[in-house]
């Protein structure tokens, strides 16, 4: 099921509104497991690849207009990527409630599988911060024993401490951790330990004098994210 959702209108779409209508997210409202999902998607008429972007910690606030994953967002978009980025359930319009584990990872899966849908010769990028670091992983994960072909994975200030072995990374594309030293809300050093006990390929890029939400470290973060895709 794909429609427009209706409590979405240009005001709320802060992020969007300053671009040229051609960079301008459409708001859908895409069929999940628990009920439509919100979502906003950018449509690159002939992308280099479809970017997916999880949100933070939807109980503490986390949602898809998040402005580290506005930036991530944008990073897709000036790379030449369709983007989507959605509210896992109980969020904003998205129906049901938080279930702060399988279930938002469902979500993510039932909205990859759209995208992935309306152009399945372009792999997935998938794109996480904080908790959406958790799901995005668990999603790889998914998707790579699907048979899905993915391009890269993206960890922003993972909640690392999320992941076991019932959640099993990918193991067949690029994983890059980008973790802010001064943040508040993940120790870093958790990161470093699980980074450095990680024996897949990846790699941790380090943020000096940065705090979880980036703030005033929003350019670095693109600065990171943009020659990468």
């Not at 980074?195 to 705090?211: D, F, N």
Request: hydrophobic share 40%; aromatic share 6%; charged share 20%.
């Amino acid at each position: 099921m794909v429609a427009l959702a209706p409590n979405l209108d240009e005001s709320t779409l802060y992020e969007v509104t300053e671009f040229p209508l051609s960079t301008r997210e459409s708001p859908l409202m895409l069929e999940g497991p628990s009920g439509p999902l919100e979502a906003l998607y950018l449509e690159a008429p002939e992308p280099r690849g479809l970017a997916l972007i999880c949100h933070p910690n939807p109980v503490q606030g986390g949602t898809m207009l998040n402005k580290v994953v506005s930036m991530l967002q944008r990073c897709a978009r000036d790379a030449g990527y369709s983007t989507l980025r959605f509210n896992y359930r109980g969020v904003g319009a998205s129906a049901g409630s938080s279930d702060m584990g399988s279930g938002e990872i469902d979500d993510a899966e039932a909205v990859a599988g759209w995208l992935h849908g309306q152009r399945p010769e372009r792999p997935l990028t998938l794109f996480g911060f904080s908790f959406g670091g958790f799901v995005a992983a668990s999603l790889g994960g998914r998707l790579e024993r699907q048979g899905v072909p993915l391009a890269q994975l993206f960890m922003v200030a993972p909640a690392v401490m999320r992941l076991g072995a019932e959640h099993p990374l990918p193991e067949g594309c690029p994983l890059t951790l980008i973790q802010p030293e001064d943040d508040e809300v993940i120790d870093p050093n958790q990161v470093f330990a699980w980074s450095e006990a990680l024996e897949r390929p990846h790699t941790l890029l380090k943020v000096a004098e940065c705090g979880h939400f980036f703030h005033g470290k929003l350019t670095d973060l693109k600065e990171l994210v943009l020659p990468r895709l």
